[in-house]
């Protein structure tokens, strides 16, 4: 498979709290079977009970896209807390992120021929 990437696409770092804007709104975020369970039943009480709220599972769930977090009354993930930055992150790492979440704004786009494309989502400055 050939690669195609811009060169600024390795360089990428997210701004987190100093960005201008944020990801982290007017989107469905999906969600597969694992991360699911994992938010559900989280013995953290803050993503237990905010999961309980907001997650809500397709009428057809399938392993890869099981459920996917609504957005609160501003439009925002319920979880972004007052820095602009995910909570579940900030408590506990990069790991427990959804595969949404843990790829954006990476996009990778796969064509005929074997030629895949590896490029960054216009929304970060």
């Known amino acids: 498979m050939s690669n195609l990437t811009p060169a600024y696409y390795e360089k990428f770092t997210c701004l987190g709290s100093e960005c201008p804007d944020t990801c982290c709104q007017g989107w469905r975020i999906t969600l597969d079977k694992k991360t699911h369970n994992k938010y559900i039943s989280s013995e953290d009480k803050y993503i237990?009970?905010?999961?309980?709220?907001?997650?809500?599972?397709f009428k057809n769930p399938k392993k890869d896209l099981f459920s996917y977090i609504?957005?609160?009354n501003k439009g925002h993930c319920p979880f972004?807390?007052?820095n602009k930055l995910c909570s579940i992150q900030v408590k506990h790492g990069e790991n427990i992120l959804s595969g949404t979440c843990d790829t954006f704004p990476k996009i990778h786009i796969e064509y005929p021929d074997h030629i895949k494309l590896c490029t960054l989502d216009?929304?970060?400055p």
Do not use: D, G, R
């Open 48 to 57: 237990s009970e905010t999961s309980s709220k907001y997650i809500t599972k």
């Open 80 to 82: 972004l807390n007052k």
């Open 70 to 72: 609504s957005m609160n």
């Open 122 to 124: 216009i929304s970060c």
